[in-house]
């Protein structure tokens, strides 16, 4: 393996394939966008794969092309951080169906050189999985010291030991749930009706067009507000009037809050594809790891040895504690080692992204544990 290959960032693969997914079809070629950070130890023995959330990608923990943000989890990753690139080889690969270089709607279909559109097969959570067990098999990584992630990324990291229960050594899963509820698919459905009511999706064929801005924006703007808390909105925002001292007796955005929402849609379609965005949901929202395993949530740890780690916050309706208590329960009946707190934080869903000393000690203990 060289070693541009195994320190570089921003990389990109053609994968022969077939990969077989789970609504039965075979995709060939295989196209994934990652970034790596660290090197492989001689005996593979150091790899640990971060998944991305619902709106994240691949670039982890360096500056991202577009925003020119840093990395979404450089609070995490980074030299003297619970992930080290000094002790660990980290991997982060933009998920299948995503917009930023991996295979998706957004990426050319090869048998027609366009774009594919809505044609692109639906996807699963387990097909993202198998993603980048393909990646790992390409970049020689046969084993898991870890897979760390939070959100959807935590849905990955749980369905990795499940299927393939020889390649992980520990899964940290972080502001998770085993599987969507009626709330949570519900709060989908609307963004999803909201970006195909937009006039210039086209039935997803907006490509050598304008994009559904407006749909994508009102999408993101109800799916923010699932990742706050009330606490946090009415300690950032309450009511307060937006660079105003009065109301308008309009629809402009009289309230700071109002305003906020509209700059996050605004700022969202900048970076990211709205096909990829109905199709990730769809994917979120078909996930059921128990259904996967004959209806017992248990089943999909019975042929794992790895040790997990479960946190939630008090804050996350979107995923409350109790969604993580119900996978700990399935781990105990499973006789798999699982760590488990619950943290507090006034931010909601959206805590494990964002400044949280407390969680950064969680994960840094654990994977310390296990060397």
Not at 92 to 103: D, E, K, P, R, T
Not at 214 to 235: C, D, F, K, N, P
């Amino acid at each position: 393996m060289s070693d541009d290959v195994r320190f570089g960032l921003d990389r990109r693969v053609t994968l022969p394939g077939p990969l077989r997914l789970d609504g039965g079809v075979l995709l060939s070629p295989v196209e994934i966008a990652y970034e790596t950070y660290g090197q492989l130890a001689a005996d593979g023995g150091n790899a640990i794969l971060i998944c991305h959330a619902l709106t994240g990608d691949q670039h982890v923990a360096s500056t991202h092309p577009i925003t020119g943000k840093p990395g979404w989890w450089t609070r995490m990753i980074g030299p003297g951080k619970p992930i080290d690139p000094a002790r660990h080889f980290i991997v982060c690969a933009n998920v299948l169906g995503s917009c930023m270089g991996s295979s998706g709607p957004a990426t050319v279909n090869p048998a027609t050189g366009a774009p594919w559109g809505m044609s692109f097969p639906v996807i699963t959570i387990r097909d993202m999985v198998r993603a980048q067990a393909m990646l790992l098999d390409h970049l020689g990584v046969q084993r898991l010291k870890a897979v760390v992630g939070g959100s959807m990324g935590g849905m990955q990291a749980l369905s990795w030991p499940a299927t393939f229960p020889d390649r992980v050594e520990a899964a940290v899963v972080i502001a998770s749930t085993a599987r969507h509820s009626a709330q949570n698919i519900a709060f989908h459905e609307v963004g999803r009706q909201a970006v195909m009511a937009d006039p210039r999706w086209n039935g997803g064929a907006y490509y050598e067009g304008e994009p559904p801005a407006s749909g994508l924006a009102v999408a993101r703007m109800a799916a923010h507000i699932t990742y706050l808390s009330e606490e946090g909105l009415t300690e950032k925002f309450g009511r307060k009037l937006q660079a105003r001292e009065a109301k308008t007796f309009g629809f402009d955005a009289d309230f700071q809050v109002e305003s906020y929402l509209r700059h996050q849609g605004l700022s969202f379609v900048d970076r990211f594809d709205a096909n990829a965005y109905l199709y990730i949901t769809r994917a979120m929202d078909y996930f059921d790891l128990a259904e996967e395993h004959g209806g017992v949530l248990a089943n999909a740890f019975r042929e794992t040895k790895a040790r997990f780690c479960l946190v939630s916050f008090d804050t996350d309706w979107l995923y409350p504690t109790r969604d993580s208590r119900s996978i700990v329960h399935a781990l105990n009946a499973a006789g798999a080692p699982v760590s488990f707190v619950e943290l507090s934080s006034p931010f909601g869903h959206d805590a494990f992204l964002l400044e949280a000393p407390e969680l950064n000690r969680v994960v840094d203990g654990f994977l310390r544990a296990g060397e």
